[in-house]
């Protein structure tokens, strides 16, 4: 026999009480520490129990002292009862029944506070969606990276001022630019340049092109087919291909794509010799990277930051229940110094209590971080001494310092903090995500803004998805009965019979009629489902569709590369705000071509036992 011990929530009503014959409350009915006895596998109810008598209930097991659970996650950070409570009580029932009724009044006490639900908050575009289990409590420290992470830009200004610096520069490199603007709706994140013949594609996630783009034209289906019929998107070919990984893509693609069809139109005469698709790609990227070398775009930005951040009040909270929570908050950009200090400043203190600054928050700054490279190769490292931002050379990182360069094994040391006790966030799949677990093993969440307004697009979309699925479905079973048609009139004209008596029995000229209606209405079906499936997910892109889809059904290559480097994702960073540092995000199902056959099997094996009973 074994006591458990509950603090019972005071905002439920008090349970009756019932004094036990061996309890000593000495005149106090203390309803609200509840001791439960386990006999065996079932719990009794509590009728009694006396205070605490000194000292904290509870304990967290520490690094040392940490197991596994039973969805291999670690136990480090979990809170555990720290000695047993006076006084016994009853409770009767199995450890299902008593779970079932916590779970209801849990639920509506939530519901009574206004809090949501990790099951609500999946359905929510603001919710934290996990690819792969996550215990946040195990989590010692978060880093964070800053641009489209713990800031969000306006795209339509700062990737629009870009453009524009990137425009001057072609200009002044003697390219035509004249008449051109930005559009931002002419590429979505996730969409890949193919450098060698001047297209923007969108692939499933086998890497199968499914729709795309020469220069600013989409492709028709039968062009995309004979183009890339035979090809994978692999990204590994970087020399061929550009995965647009983050919002800061558009500028350099939207230039791209239009200087395509300046070359096309034979407007572009090189100085130095003839002038391929791929060497256009390397123009404009140095056009757009001068804009950003020689600071006048950044300047433009410290000066005015309110033109071009906008401000999230939620997120400077969200950190700072991390942070008390014993969280080591890291701060890794690959931006200078000057730069984060401004805009963090802007965005982050006047949210901040009393007179927190942005460094307050975090453990550990680091600038000028360089990543990748940062994840996977050691770089001389800097401490910055002074607000002006002046730096002498450092060779061990200490916690709670400033500094530029140096590398993510730096950091683990100087934590003393090493691979899964470290979450990294950022909106950068490749730079943030990838390279931190492939070299670092660390876990990982993305932010992509874009994710609430594919929600609210897709709730949009319902109805025309909706009639969409009807209709091919409606086909499927006219096309599955036109097939087994056709097949009983090839073994006909073979001499054999067909598939059943029935079918053998029709005479020709029912078999032909009844083929010939069935062809008509699978065309005429084809001629309605074509042009729908070309405007599914117009809500969020007409061109491109929904960012995560590729189809109807099929995740986009983008989506693809979430699920496989991402462990947790969602639209910003104060979403955190909406759980609470201690999470244990755990992942969905994942379903199988087959899952539906077998649920149906299941069903249907279930009716016959109830029909039984």
Not at 268 to 273: K, L, M, S
């Amino acid at each position: 026999m074994e006591a458990i011990t509950y603090m019972r929530n005071p905002l439920l009503p008090k349970p009756k009480y019932i004094p036990h014959s061996n309890c000593k409350t000495h005149g106090k009915k203390n309803l609200d520490i509840l001791t439960v006895v386990v006999v065996g596998n079932r719990y009794r109810p509590p009728i009694c129990s006396s205070s605490v008598a000194g000292g904290d209930v509870f304990s967290v097991t520490s690094t040392s002292k940490h197991d596994v659970d039973y969805l291999g996650q670690s136990t480090k950070g979990d809170l555990n009862l720290k000695f047993g409570i006076d006084g016994q009580a009853t409770l009767e029932g199995p450890i299902e029944e008593v779970a079932r009724i916590e779970a209801q009044e849990a639920e509506d006490l939530l519901n009574h506070l206004g809090i949501e639900t990790p099951f609500s908050s999946r359905k929510s575009p603001r919710g934290i969606f996990c690819s792969r289990t996550l215990n946040l409590r195990s989590i010692s420290a978060i880093g964070y990276d800053m641009d489209y992470t713990l800031m969000h830009y306006n795209v339509m200004a700062w990737e629009g001022r870009a453009y524009d610096y990137c425009m001057d520069n072609l200009k002044n490199m003697g390219f035509p630019v004249a008449g051109l603007a930005f559009d931002p709706d002419l590429v979505i994140r996730g969409l890949v340049i193919d450098k060698e013949k001047g297209n923007l594609v969108k692939a499933d996630r086998f890497g199968y092109v499914k729709r795309a783009m020469h220069g600013t034209t989409m492709l028709s289906n039968r062009a995309v087919s004979e183009m890339y019929g035979r090809e994978l998107v692999d990204l590994r070919k970087e020399n061929r291909w550009e995965f647009l990984n983050t919002l800061f893509s558009v500028s350099e693609a939207v230039a791209y794509m239009q200087m395509v069809d300046r070359l096309d139109e034979g407007a572009i005469v090189p100085d130095r010799g003839p002038l391929d698709y791929k060497g256009l790609y390397k123009a404009v990227g140095k056009a757009l990277f001068r804009a950003h070398v020689e600071g006048q775009l950044k300047n433009e930005i410290m000066s005015k930051p309110e033109l071009f951040v906008e401000p999230d009040p939620e997120l400077p909270l969200a950190l700072l229940d991390q942070k008390e929570a014993s969280k080591r908050l890291l701060l890794i950009t690959n931006s200078d110094y000057h730069y984060t200090d401004k805009m963090m400043k802007h965005s982050f203190n006047r949210f901040l209590p009393n007179d927190m600054g942005w460094q307050d928050l975090f453990d550990m700054v680091i600038v000028s971080a360089r990543k990748p490279e940062f994840f996977q190769m050691s770089h001389p490292m800097y401490e910055v001494v002074t607000g002006e931002g002046l730096m002498r050379p450092c060779f061990k990182a200490r916690p709670g310092g400033l500094y530029s360069g140096g590398s993510a094994q730096m950091v683990e040391n100087s934590l003393n903090i090493h691979g899964d006790e470290i979450l990294y966030v950022g909106d950068h799949i490749y730079t943030d995500v990838s390279q931190s677990k492939v070299h670092q093993r660390w876990r990982t969440a993305l932010i992509c803004r874009e994710l609430e307004e594919e929600y609210n697009a897709l709730i949009r979309s319902h109805g025309h998805r909706a009639a969409l699925i009807e209709l091919i479905n409606q086909k499927e079973v006219v096309g599955d009965l036109f097939n087994q048609l056709r097949l009983a009139l090839q073994r006909r004209t073979k001499g054999r019979p067909a598939q059943t008596l029935a079918a053998t029995n029709l005479d020709d000229q029912e078999l032909t009629e009844s083929m010939q209606k069935l062809l008509i209405v699978m065309q005429g079906l084809d001629q309605k489902i074509g042009p729908m499936l070309e405007a599914d997910g117009e809500h969020f892109n007409k061109r491109w569709g929904f960012l995560s889809r590729a189809g109807l059904w099929d995740k986009s290559h983008l989506m693809r590369q979430i699920e496989k480097y991402a462990d947790i994702y969602t639209s910003r960073v104060s979403n955190f705000l909406r759980y609470t540092p201690f999470m244990y995000f755990c992942s969905q199902e994942q379903t199988l071509a087959h899952d539906s056959y077998s649920s149906h099997k299941l069903e249907l094996e279930l009716e016959l036992d109830h029909s039984k009973a």
